[in-house]
T-cell receptor, first 113, second 116 residues
Framework: EDKVVQSPLSLVVHEGDTVTLNCSYE??????LLWYKQEKKAPTFLFML????IEKKSGRLSSILDKKELFSILNITATQTGDSAIYLC?????????????FGTGTRLTVIP | KAGVTQTPRYLIKTRGQQVTLSCSPI?????VSWYQQTPGQGLQFLFE???????NKGNFPGRFSGRQFSNSRSEMNVSTLELGDSALYLC???????????????FGPGTRLTVL
């Protein structure tokens, strides 16, 4: 059964802290792994990772994929209150006629001043 | 460019009723996917439509159905509502060309459905 597991489920940190969010997966015919940030309603796209060991970076956020160990991490440095959100990990599988995007339940990050 | 829009934003129904939700994708996007989000299950894929055809389907009962129109707008219908159908229903659009390679999905604000 395909599954995507995120940890921790929730996290509370102080502004300025660095956090690491984890995503492990068991999905056949892996194609890519995606990270989203969901603040109020609509998730917004952060990164897409397809190759192992190549870090994607955007400002204070960075992510890396390990296809051998089947996991990815999302790092946020110097956290700000605006980083408070649910972070979703999704894995895209290459297949036709069936579900091809599997989401984890998310990590709820709360950054307190 | 206008984003993905969903109507209505909030809906309250009673068990046994049916409901239709609407999603208008970003102009030029041909793929519309629907998701159900609940606190316990997270985001779960319902189905994807591309050029008026259902291309992918998740593991939901037949009470959940959808369609896509020639202008790429999509509707989702849930019949015989159950309490467990209470959730946030999100739709997402993407360009998703014929190569079927992944294109970034843009999510709408969602419809919050409450079943009493």
């Amino acid at each position: 059964e395909d599954k995507v597991v995120q940890s921790p489920l929730s996290l509370v940190v102080h502004e300025g802290d660095t956090v690491t969010l984890n995503c492990s997966y068991e999905v056949t015919n892996f194609r890519s792994l995606l990270w989203y940030k969901q603040e109020k309603k609509a998730p917004t796209f952060l990164f897409m990772l397809t190759s192992s060991g190549i870090e994607k970076k955007s400002g204070r956020l960075s992510s890396i994929l390990d296809k051998k160990e089947l996991f990815s991490i999302l790092n946020i440095t110097a956290t700000q209150t605006g980083d408070s959100a649910i972070y979703l990990c999704a894995v895209e599988a290459l297949r036709t006629g069936a579900n091809n995007l599997f989401f984890g339940t998310g990590t709820r990050l709360t950054v307190i001043p | 460019k206008a984003g993905v829009t969903q109507t209505p934003r909030y809906l309250i129904k009673t068990r046994g009723q049916q409901v239709t939700l609407s999603c208008s994708p970003i102009s030029g996007h041909r793929s519309v996917s629907w998701y159900q989000q609940t606190p316990g299950q997270g985001l779960q894929f319902l189905f994807e439509y591309f050029s008026e055809t259902q291309r992918n389907k998740g593991n939901f009962p037949g009470r959940f159905s959808g369609r896509q129109f020639s202008n790429s707008r999509s509707e989702m219908n849930v019949s015989t509502l159950e309490l467990g159908d209470s959730a946030l229903y999100l739709c997402a659009s993407s360009y998703r060309g014929l190569s079927s390679s992944y294109n970034e999905q843009f999510f709408g604000p969602g419809t919050r459905l409450t079943v009493l």
